[in-house]
T-cell receptor
Framework: NAGVTQTPKFQVLKTGQSMTLQCAQD?????MYWYRQDPGMGLRLIYY???????DKGEVPNGYNVSRLNKREFSLRLESAAPSQTSVYFC????????????????FGAGTRLSVL | LAKTTQPISMDSYEGQEVNITCSHN???????ITWYQQFPSQGPRFIIQ???TKVTNEVASLFIPADRKSSTLSLPRVSLSDTAVYYC?????????????FGTGTRLTVIP
């Protein structure tokens, strides 16, 4: 009964280094999301994937890339990390239920705490 | 674009009922209202969702007036473990995930 699993849990990078944050869900959800949360702030959407094979930008996509590897997995890549990307990153997944107005309830992972020095 | 406005913080004593109101003046016809709870060092957790009138589950009630421009999350008889940040979101699959904004939420502190 894992739900949404994120790896790693913690990471420290130097400016300019690259890394990929991994996310996997076992709930057979179509939609997946990446958010960042800065201290004392709410969550801001980076990218999302409405279904396998599609990705779209959210509120703060600059400096990030994503890959929807398959229905289960959605990864977030930082090509050249910057101190401004120090944050907690959350992955979420959801299923769309109902018609004609569809509900969308998101389930979140435990987060990845990233520090860029 | 249905952004939301919530109080930044609230305090309550144990055993009291807590009501957190969220304003969403620009809510669209297809939008649902969803509340999440977040504990420190954890991801948000779904509490309750509604479209209109009143919804109740085992942990909370959600009151939505006819005009849907606001909503109130009601937590009955809070305990110390209810200390958390509560987020109100409006949106739907139709309006798109990039129209879902968490905002800064309401930090609820339950006092013994």
């Amino acid at each position: 009964n894992a739900g949404v699993t994120q790896t790693p849990k913690f990471q420290v990078l130097k400016t300019g280094q690259s890394m990929t944050l991994q996310c996997a869900q076992d709930m057979n959800h179509n939609s997946m999301y990446w958010y960042r949360q800065d201290p004392g702030m709410g969550l801001r959407l980076i990218y999302y994937s409405a279904s396998e094979g599609t990705t779209d930008k959210g509120e703060v996509p600059n400096g990030y890339n994503v890959s929807r590897l398959n229905k289960r997995e959605f990864s977030l890549r930082l090509e050249s990390a910057a101190p401004s990307q120090t944050s907690v990153y959350f992955c979420a997944s959801s299923e769309v239920l109902g018609a004609p107005v569809a509900k969308n309830i998101q389930y979140f992972g435990a987060g990845t705490r990233l520090s860029v020095l | 674009l249905a952004k939301t406005t919530q109080p930044i913080s609230m305090d309550s004593y144990e055993g009291q009922e807590v009501n957190i109101t969220c304003s969403h003046n620009n809510i669209a016809t297809n939008d649902y209202i969803t509340w999440y709870q977040q504990f420190p060092s954890q991801g948000p957790r779904f509490i309750i969702q509604g479209y209109k009138t009143k919804v109740t589950n085992e942990v909370a009630s959600l009151f939505i007036p006819a005009d849907r421009k606001s909503s109130t999350l009601s937590l009955p008889r809070v305990s110390l473990s209810d200390t958390a940040v509560y987020y109100c979101l409006v949106g739907s699959y139709q309006t798109g995930a990039n129209n879902l904004f968490f905002g800064t939420g309401t930090r609820l502190t339950v006092i013994p």
